[in-house]
């Protein structure tokens, strides 16, 4: 039979993942934020601005 891991060595295992995914949300983020033309620029937008509101 096959032991359990701990509670602790797993938490420690991913957050090692954790890091590597705040970072690609962060970067992600950004990009999307920094290549979206504002309304200034005269550039059309390929994908219309609208807020979802989901309850």
Request: hydrophobic fraction near 45%; charge should be positive; glycine fraction near 10%.
């Amino acid at each position: 039979m096959k032991e359990k891991l701990p509670f602790s060595k797993l938490v420690a295992y991913s957050l090692g993942q954790f890091g590597w995914s705040i970072l690609s949300g962060i970067i992600g983020t950004y990009l999307i934020f920094y290549y979206i033309p504002t309304e200034k620029s005269g550039i059309s937008t390929l994908i219309p601005q609208v807020t979802f509101l989901v309850f």
